[in-house]
């Protein structure tokens, strides 16, 4: 079982930045494939970032390379996304995710474990 809580969600203006941050607590952390996705009202579930904790791979969906970036926090039990350059279409519902093996956008979208989300909205 793991825990996840996010927290850091908000209201910004289009190009403003927010950063998104999930304490997990429960499995053991290094284990799975750690990272965040996203579902806005009538769009898809989308994979954002996802990276494998017990190592360096790193996964972002095309929509938001070069802008988000996915971390681990010293502590290892914390997981941040900097969202930077944010736009209205980047509103939505953000959830942390944990999912086993193998990692990517889409395996964290299809996830095992979640948190109960926190919303973003960019206003233009």
């Known amino acids: 079982q793991v825990h996840l809580v996010e927290s850091g969600g908000g209201s910004v203006q289009a190009g403003g930045s927010l950063r998104l941050s999930c304490a997990a607590a429960?499995?053991?952390?290094?284990?799975?494939?750690m990272g965040w996705f996203r579902q806005a009202p009538e769009k898809e579930r989308e994979g954002v970032a996802a990276?494998?904790?017990?190592?360096?791979?790193?996964y972002y969906a095309d929509s938001v390379k070069g802008r988000f970036t996915i971390s681990q926090g010293n502590a290892k039990n914390t997981l941040y996304l900097q969202m930077n350059s944010l736009k209205p279409d980047d509103t939505a519902i953000y959830y942390c995710?944990?999912?086993?093996?193998?990692?990517?956008?889409?395996?964290?979208?299809?996830?095992?474990?979640r948190g109960q989300g926190t919303q973003v909205t960019v206003s233009s």
């Open positions: 990276r494998w904790t017990g190592g360096r791979s790193i």
């Open positions: 995710a944990a999912e086993t093996p193998p990692c990517s956008v889409a395996s964290v979208r299809n996830f095992t474990y």
């Open positions: 429960g499995d053991t952390y290094s284990s799975y494939c």
